[in-house]
């Protein structure tokens, strides 16, 4: 640690030298320990022009879904709803093939051999695929991304207390 007196230059003989001294000593650490003195980092400086992180998110939100509003309005042009009954009645016969499975591995007193835990999970991935897609389906169609055939969208809604 270096230490100095009030005073830098003491050996000199003028008062003017002296002050000088006193103030650089004050302003670089208080008595002359410049280097005790903490290394501060500076603040990165704000750029108003730079995009933050939270407004890229937004704008890439906002991509993903016009791209895939496009991807699928493409794709799958009007659906009927025909299919989406059909879609539906697969969906809960997947389910009740999954549950009738389950419940067959767990009659008798014997520990299932593995051609019926082979069928259990086949019917159970038969089951979840279709759920997850009829979920998907019912997640697009609210977003206003896929069209059935013969449907048409609501009016908007009004508010709940319309002032008069």
Known sequence: MAVATLFDNEKSTSPAQGRRGTLLSLLTGGFGAAEDAPDVQEAPAYRPYELGLRDYLRGLELMIQRTE????????????????????????????????????????????????????????????????????????????????????????EEPANPQQ
Not at 72 to 101: C, D, F, G, H, M
């Open 69 to 156: 509003r496009a991807q699928i309005s493409r794709t799958l042009v009007t659906v009927t709803p025909k299919e989406i009954q059909t879609l539906v009645e697969k969906t809960a016969k997947a389910k009740a093939r999954y549950l009738a499975a389950t419940l067959e591995i767990g009659d008798g007193e014997a520990m299932p051999d593995s051609t019926s835990i082979k069928a259990m999970e086949a019917a159970r991935e038969r089951h979840e695929a279709l759920e997850a897609g009829l979920r998907t389906l019912l997640g697009e169609l609210r977003a206003g991304n896929i069209q059935v055939d013969g449907v048409v969208d609501d009016p908007p």
